[in-house]
C-alpha cells in the first residue's frame, strides 16, 4: 500500500489548484480525488520501497548462490573429464 502522507500530500496540492471561491466543495473534491488515488494505487499493484528492497536483497543472495554451484559444476564436470559447455555453446545458430 502506498504511504498515505505521499497520498495526502499529492491531493492537497491537486486540491490547492482549485478556485478559492468554492464553499465546501475543494474539500469533497480532495477526499472523492483520494479514494480514486486509493483504488487506481490499488489496482496498480504497487510495493514498498521496503519490499522492493528485501527482493533486490533476496535476488542479489540468490545469484551468488548460482555462481557458487556453477562454479562447483564445472570443478565436477572437469574431475570426471566432462567438457565444460558454456551458454554461448548452447546457443544454436539456424
Known amino acids: 500500500m502506498i504511504d498515505t502522507k505521499i497520498l495526502d500530500d499529492f ?4 486540491a490547492s489548484l ?4 468554492l464553499d465546501g466543495l475543494p474539500q469533497e473534491i480532495e ?6 488515488l486509493e483504488n487506481l494505487f490499488e489496482q496498480l499493484d504497487l ?15 540468490s545469484r ?6 556453477e562454479a562447483q559444476l564445472r570443478v565436477l564436470e572437469n574431475a570426471c573429464g566432462i567438457p565444460t ?7 544454436q545458430e539456424d
Open 31 to 36: 477526499k472523492q480525488l483520494r479514494i480514486g
Open 47 to 61: 510495493v514498498t520501497r521496503d519490499e522492493y528492497e528485501v527482493q533486490v536483497a533476496l535476488l542479489a543472495r
Open 64 to 69: 551468488e548462490k548460482l555462481k557458487g554451484l
Open 18 to 21: 482549485l478556485p478559492k471561491g
Open 11 to 14: 491531493t492537497q496540492r491537486i
Open 85 to 91: 559447455v558454456t551458454p554461448s555453446k548452447l546457443i
